[in-house]
């Protein structure tokens, strides 16, 4: 199965910005994660990343030619603004699953609210990079379900 997951602005900082919030591992932590995850369960995991909201549209464009079966996406602060990104992510009718690092519920009201969300499969908050994990097994549960 071939699986994008796409990191939106300042998740390449991890390990450098608001340890409190996100933790100490960094970015190269979390890219071995999930390449560890794909060798384990015998998929084709790609993993973008970009701070510009243009270019996580155009990869999500591509996902829909290039035989992307499902989308793992932490969309950053663009999740609660940009109905650009909620419209290309609703032209893809594959499993989608959002995420985020910290427990955006328990944090500033705007972070609350999501305008990705309604156009995914499934939303994972506060179970710090683990939750990326948790969104590949999803979409893997799904395919084996036959829901893909």
Known sequence: ?????????????????EKSVYG???YQYLLDLIHRKGQETG???TVFQSNHEGAIIDR???AYFDGTEGIVINPGAYTHYSYAIRDALASLFIPKVEVHISDITKR?????VS????VCDH????????GYLQAIDFILGKRA???V
């Open 60 to 62: 999500l464009q591509d």
């Open 43 to 45: 998929q084709d995991i």
């Open 115 to 118: 305008v990705t969300a309604p």
């Open 145 to 147: 379900s036959g829901e």
């Open 123 to 130: 939303q994972i908050y506060g179970q710090g990079l683990e």
């Open 24 to 26: 100490t591992l960094d």
């Open 1 to 17: 199965m071939k699986i994008l997951v796409i990191n939106g602005p300042n998740i390449n900082f991890l390990g450098i910005r």
């Open 108 to 112: 500033e009201e705007f972070r609350k």
